[in-house]
């Protein structure tokens, strides 16, 4: 079973920074199968990046997503307000999750 | 437009059981899988299992076989996750989303609470 492990679990950064949010699967995975989600408090999550790299219908492009075999790649490259949440890994193939990525306000 | 629309809130008592429910609209409901996402008080997303409508051909994670039941009646367009005997342990939030690739749309949540 392919485990997945983010970092770092909270990243503490301030509005307009960069947010470089990282995604280690236990095995190689195939990049057409790795996506990203956001969920915010009270919400349910919203899929932003899929097959690792593309974005998902509506999500701004400071989201982009990166890589290949077991390292992966989240990037808000000018963090907004509305952006501050936590952030999921998933290998879609097999449904895993990795544990989350809490973006907060620092 | 695409929606997911869970059934309401529950509250339980262990022992008991339950049958959640997600109705699919705006698309064509047997075409596509529907899975089910497990999430703990304050804790991140497990994925449970998932259902393609079409045969009702279910996968389960081989953490949750066994212990929940997912099944799908595509004349009322929806999917349903059960339970025989609850615990304390199924407290949670229940999502169901469809899965186009990677898991597109999602239910509203339905949370479970099991207390005595």
């Known amino acids: 079973e392919i485990v997945l492990t983010q970092s770092p679990g909270t990243l503490s950064l301030s509005p307009g920074e960069r947010a470089t949010l990282s995604c280690r699967a236990s095995q190689s995975v195939s990049s057409s199968y790795l996506g990203w989600y956001q969920q915010k408090p009270g919400q349910a999550p919203r899929l932003l990046i899929y097959?690792?790299?593309t974005r998902a219908t509506g999500t701004p492009d400071r989201f982009s997503g990166s890589g290949s075999g077991t390292d992966f790649t989240l990037t808000i490259s000018r963090l907004e307000p509305e952006d501050f949440a936590v952030y999921y890994c998933q290998q879609y193939g097999t449904g895993t999750f990795g544990q989350g990525t809490k973006v907060e306000i620092k | 437009e695409v929606q997911l629309v869970q059934s309401g809130a529950e509250a339980k008592k262990p022992g008991e059981s339950l049958k959640i429910s997600c109705k699919g609209s705006g698309y064509s409901f047997t075409s596509y899988w529907i899975g089910w996402v497990r999430q703990m008080p304050g804790k991140g997303l497990e994925w449970m299992g998932i259902i393609y409508p079409g045969d009702s051909d279910t996968r389960y994670s081989p953490s949750f076989q066994g212990q929940v039941t997912i099944s799908a009646d595509k004349s009322f367009s929806t999917a349903y996750l059960q339970w025989s005997s609850l615990k304390a342990s199924d407290t949670a939030m229940y999502y169901c989303a469809r899965k186009s690739g990677a898991y597109d749309y999602w239910g509203q949540g339905t949370l479970v609470t099991v207390s005595s």
């Open positions: 097959g690792a790299s």
